[in-house]
């Protein structure tokens, strides 16, 4: 018998209707386009504007569109993964309301929590679970309603992070396809550069809390992207020479969008062409965990049945990493 691995076999994605451009930006904060483009690749990013829907909004969209675009009965999912910075509520997992919603009577599900890195854990764990034989169907999605932590009078946060969510859905391989490695760290020194201070058993939520803006993301920019670019670049190429990969093997890669300068970063130091790299920051921002699956929803034309892709993440925490999965379907 050959040995099981987890393919992705279906994908999804949805994005809000609201465009919050880098000109309506400006009406905002002190900043301009030319600023915002220059030094993230950032021209607009997707808002959930309508009151009373969350992240599990995004994620339930970005299932269905999986599960028609797949042709997928839900009843067959056998676990739902949300991958979420920002769940709808403390305590019930938005993982669970999920499943429901889209008809999975018949999966468990849990929220998982890595920042940015989110989706990329939960690929991983995907794929332990399909491994061991135990799991036909896990559903992994990535979700994030940024827009509900970020302060729109701090212009070194609000002009990077959007609204949206992607989906994949992993099943058992015997042709060699799907997921063949992974290189995942994490690092607690990062805990004080990228946060939201109140909210948490550290500190919870009070009149004062409140008040002095404490449950909006703080970030300092300049730390995290140092330990971004070295992070992100380092595990890519770690990964490649773990696995014999030259830049001509790759054929993708598939890079957290936090960035542009970071991604063109982690690109140089794998040597790949600017062809082989995909980008769509420019439309969405910095969805967290929506990222990784949104490029593969907006890209999957362009993948063929065994084709090299190389994810690279990395997150508060800090946590980051990579994966080495190869395709295994052509896109219809």
């Known amino acids: 018998m050959n040995k099981i691995t987890a393919a992705i076999t279906a994908v999804g994605g949805y994005v809000p209707d609201f465009v919050l451009s880098n000109k309506i930006l400006e009406t905002m904060v002190d900043t301009n386009d030319e600023w915002i483009t220059s030094r993230t690749g950032i021209k607009e990013r997707r808002i959930l504007k309508e ?84 799991y036909k169907k896990v559903l992994v999605i990535g979700a994030d309603k940024m827009s509900s932590i970020i302060d ?36 607690g020194i990062g805990r004080e550069y990228l946060k939201i201070d109140a909210g948490g058993s550290l500190l919870p939520p009070s009149k004062e809390t409140v008040e002095n803006r404490q449950h909006y993301v703080f970030q300092d920019g300049k730390t995290v992207f140092k330990y971004a670019v070295t992070g992100m670049a380092d595990v890519s190429e770690k990964i490649m020479q773990r696995n014999d990969l030259s830049k001509d093997d790759v054929d993708w890669l598939i890079a957290h969008q936090a960035n542009k300068r970071i991604i063109d970063a982690t690109a140089h130091r794998m040597e790949l062409d600017d062809a082989k790299v995909l980008v769509n920051i420019e439309k969405y921002g910095n969805t967290t965990s929506g990222t990784l699956p949104l490029l593969l929803s907006d890209f999957e034309h362009k993948f063929k049945k065994g084709d090299n892709l190389i994810f690279a993440a990395f997150g508060g925490g800090f946590t980051w990493g990579a994966v080495y999965l190869k395709w295994a379907y052509d896109a219809k």
Not at 164 to 171: S, Y
Not at 172 to 185: A, K, V
């Open 152 to 187: 729109y009078t701090d212009r070194a946060t609000c002009i990077i992070f959007g609204d949206g969510a992607g989906a994949a859905l992993f099943e058992p391989n015997e042709e060699g396809l799907g997921f063949q490695d992974e290189f995942l760290r994490s690092d």
């Open 51 to 134: 009151a009373g829907k969350g992240t599990s909004y995004l994620a339930i969209k970005a299932a269905e569109d999986l599960i028609k675009r797949g042709n997928v009965n839900p009843a067959e999912i056998d676990m739902v993964l949300l991958a979420t910075t920002t769940p709808d509520m403390p305590v019930a997992a938005t993982a669970v309301y999920v499943a429901t919603q889209i008809g999975a009577v018949n999966a468990f599900a849990y929220d998982l929590q890595a920042a940015c890195s989110s989706f990329l854990y939960g690929m991983s764990t995907a794929a332990a679970y399909i491994e061991t034989g135990r």
